[in-house]
């Protein structure tokens, strides 16, 4: 079972960037799957989930984000756009496979790890 993130990198503000979370061992349209981020020195937050065809944004992502899913892929994407230097971070993916809650890290099952997003000038 794993979960493989990709497509982080550097970007100007105001730009957008796609990042990617594979799933390998199982299949991912059976789980709740969320993005979180942690930058430097701040907690691990919340900002999207997709759970079915049943999204959810946190307020700070919400308009910017789109989060959606290839089942044939088996993967999920976040489609980051407006980005700001306050948005720079490390981005994880994680499953939920029973009870969860979108923003709660603990209540998810897997994750990734991890792909840095750096937003600058």
């Known amino acids: 079972v794993q979960l493989v993130e990709s497509g982080g990198g550097l970007v100007q503000p105001g730009g957008s960037l796609r990042v990617s979370c594979a799933a390998s061992?199982?299949?991912?349209?059976?789980?709740?799957v969320g993005w979180f981020r942690q930058g430097p020195g701040m907690a691990r937050e919340g900002l999207s989930c997709?759970?079915?065809?049943?999204?959810y944004y946190a307020d700070s992502v919400k308009g910017r984000f789109t989060i959606s899913r290839d089942n044939a892929k088996n993967t999920v994407y976040l489609q980051m756009n407006s980005l700001k230097p306050e948005d720079t971070a490390v981005y994880y993916c994680?499953?939920?496979?029973?009870?969860?809650?979108?923003?709660?890290?603990?209540?998810?099952?897997?994750w990734g790890q991890g792909t840095q997003v750096t937003v600058s000038s």
């Open positions: 997709i759970v079915n065809n049943t999204t």
């Open positions: 061992g199982f299949t991912l349209d059976d789980y709740a």
């Open positions: 994680a499953a939920a496979g029973g009870t969860f809650y979108p923003a709660e890290s603990h209540t998810y099952d897997y």
